[in-house]
């Protein structure tokens, strides 16, 4: 059977033994929560659209103030989905700012009763539609996370250094993610998930020990920076020419970038599984001392 040469002189670039084990950019990911009940959210409201045009002008406006603050709630409710899923899918993380899905809430009890007044149903039946419809999106739903996430046992300037970190190094994977999407190549897309991937490894590790910060802040910066500014160059040139020397050497440089999380990672671990025996070993002593330990 054919099978494709993988030495170091391939077009990949790297000998089997140099490249870093695959990331699946699925890993550690949960399936997202924005599916169609959000989206129905958008879709409902256009009844207020077909019921607005043949009214009057005063309920045609109000039909179409019913219909734009009902999409803004969607949107709030979407965006406050994908926030939370943010937020849980972290150890150490700041609540949202804004309750986008709260807001929701109350974003579609008011247009409910907006339509309700439109139709002429009186001040009564408004109220009602009103408290129905932010009950019944909030049972949906649910609440946004009301306070901040962190490790026990760390104070709460640590708690915010971590987070302020992450969420800077998130911006730039995000960006990068962004800037790979103008080479239109499928691998090219594919390769910077699998380092997206990489990359929130080291991010989970430092939020489970918020001491590895000062270790990984380069990695968390000045690299992070240095890819999301390379991708933007490469997809700019690669837009332009399709170049295949282009696209092999950005593939490499992301071989590279991998390898050196994957490796930096690692060293984190190794370093906390190092604190961790060293702790035990003082306790094994404490309990020798005092005459506890039962297998002495």
Same mark, same amino acid.
């Given at each position: 059977m054919a099978q494709r040469y993988g030495g170091k002189f391939s077009p990949d670039g790297q000998s089997d033994n140099a490249r870093p084990a695959p990331k699946s950019p699925?890993?550690?990911?949960?399936?997202?929560?924005?599916?169609?009940?959000?989206?129905?959210?958008?879709?409902?409201p256009l009844v207020f659209s077909w019921k607005a045009f043949g009214s009057e002008p005063l309920a045609l406006a109000l039909y179409l103030a019913a219909l734009g603050v009902m999409l @803004? !709630?969607?949107?709030?409710?979407?965006?406050?989905? $994908?926030?939370? *899923?943010?937020? &849980? /899918?972290?150890?150490?993380?700041?609540?949202?700012?804004?309750?986008?899905?709260?807001?929701?809430?109350?974003?579609?009890?008011?247009?409910?009763?907006?339509?309700?007044?439109?139709?002429?149903?009186?001040?009564?039946?408004?109220?009602?539609?009103?408290?129905?419809?932010?009950?019944?999106?909030? @049972? !949906?739903?649910?609440?946004?996370?009301?306070?901040? $996430?962190?490790? *026990?046992?760390? &104070? /709460?300037?640590?708690?915010?250094?971590?987070?302020?970190?992450?969420?800077?190094?998130?911006?730039?994977?995000?960006?990068?993610?962004?800037?790979?999407?103008?080479?239109?190549?499928?691998?090219?897309?594919?390769?910077?998930e699998r380092f997206q991937a990489t990359a929130r490894e080291?991010?989970?590790?430092?939020?489970?020990?918020?001491?590895?910060?000062?270790?990984?802040?380069?990695?968390?910066?000045?690299?992070?920076?240095?890819?999301r500014d390379a991708t933007v160059k490469f997809s700019d040139i690669y837009a332009q020419n399709r170049e295949p020397q282009v696209k092999y050497d950005y593939l490499r440089l992301l071989d590279e970038l991998e390898g050196t999380f994957a490796a930096k990672t690692e060293t984190l671990l190794s370093d906390n599984r190092t604190d961790l025996n060293v702790e035990m070993d003082v306790l094994r002593d404490l309990l020798d001392r005092e005459g506890l330990n039962k297998d002495s």
């Open positions: 699925f890993q550690n990911r949960r399936r997202t929560r924005v599916g169609a009940r959000v989206n129905l959210l958008f879709v409902v @803004l !709630a969607a949107w709030m409710t979407r965006e406050g989905i $994908k926030a939370q *899923e943010a937020y &849980d /899918a972290r150890k150490i993380a700041k609540r949202p700012a804004l309750p986008r899905k709260m807001l929701g809430s109350v974003l579609i009890g008011l247009g409910l009763a907006v339509g309700a007044i439109a139709g002429a149903q009186g001040i009564a039946a408004a109220g009602i539609f009103a408290v129905l419809g932010a009950a019944l999106h909030f @049972l !949906a739903f649910g609440p946004d996370p009301m306070r901040d $996430k962190g490790a *026990e046992g760390i &104070d /709460a300037f640590q708690t915010d250094r971590v987070a302020k970190a992450v969420d800077e190094a998130e911006a730039r994977l995000a960006a990068m993610a962004d800037a790979g999407l103008r080479a239109e190549d499928r691998e090219v897309t594919t390769r910077i080291m991010f989970r590790t430092v939020e489970q020990d918020p001491r590895d910060l000062s270790s990984a802040r380069r990695f968390l910066g000045v690299l992070l920076n240095g890819a």
